[in-house]
């Protein structure tokens, strides 16, 4: 099927495909007016793809594939060469020692890669694997007691089932339904929450494992320094602030 050669009222550009002999896996569409001359075309191109316009050929194809025109006068207007949208436009890098030949510029397993002995990489100061080494002995202790099985179990202390709560953030009120380990969670101790709106995840059963019974949406697993208990009445979804 024929590229339609209709234009846009009052817009007098063409769309053209450009392609290129030394990249296979480039392709462009770009429009230009017919106005430009040869040059601006080329300068317009060899920012797209790295061809200098000096040592660039253009050659214009139909869309059926066949060659109407070489452009090789860089003062004409493109419009000489009767271009009509969906024609392509190819590039020919007459330099032999552009970028854009041998495949460097696609093929990366032509690109010499840097390689270091683990010796010598041992010896850096300024790599990864010493910034790790740096950060792990900064916090030696807290990396320690988040394996624990007992991390924050002295803060369930004064936690009980039953006990009406607050959970920060947010300040989400509640009641507490569950207190201990939560093994699919991480080590340590965790407190399950029934939020008396549905501001949680779930209803109790967390990863496939029930912790306890609450409706849909109002269940909560968090980590105890996250909840104070006390005198924390549900809130009255009607009380407004006085004025």
């Known amino acids: 099927m024929a590229t339609s050669r209709l234009q846009l009222e009052g817009d007098d550009s063409v769309h053209l495909h450009i392609t290129h002999a030394n ?29 200098s316009v000096n040592s660039m050929a253009l050659e214009l194809y139909d869309d059926s594939g066949s060659k109407v025109a070489v452009l090789s006068d860089n003062s004409r207007p493109l419009g000489f060469f009767s271009p009509f949208d969906g024609f392509r436009l190819h590039i020919i890098d007459l330099d032999p020692s552009s970028v854009t030949t041998g495949g460097w510029l696609e093929d990366t397993s032509l690109v010499e890669k840097y390689n270091i002995s683990e010796e010598d990489y041992a010896k850096r100061t300024d790599s990864f694997r010493k910034f790790k080494e740096k950060r792990a ?29 607050q959970v920060e953030p947010g300040e989400k009120r509640g009641m507490v339904k569950y207190v201990g380990r939560a093994e699919s969670l991480g080590p340590g101790y965790w407190v399950g ?5 549905p501001l949680g995840k779930h209803d109790g059963m967390v990863k496939g494992t029930r ?33």
Do not use: H
């Open 137 to 165: 002995s900064q916090i030696p202790a807290a990396a320690e007691a988040k394996t624990k099985e007992n991390y924050m179990e002295d803060l369930c202390a004064n936690i009980k089932v039953g006990d009406r709560c």
């Open 193 to 197: 929450i029934q939020y008396d709106e």
């Open 23 to 51: 990249l296979k896996s480039f392709s462009a569409d770009v429009r230009f007016s017919p106005q430009m001359s040869v040059e601006a075309v080329k300068e317009k191109l060899w920012k797209k793809c790295g061809t």
């Open 211 to 243: 912790f306890f019974e609450c409706p849909p949406l109002q269940g909560g697993m968090v980590r105890p320094d996250k909840v104070k208990v006390g005198d924390y009445p549900e809130r009255d979804p009607f009380e407004e602030d006085e004025i």
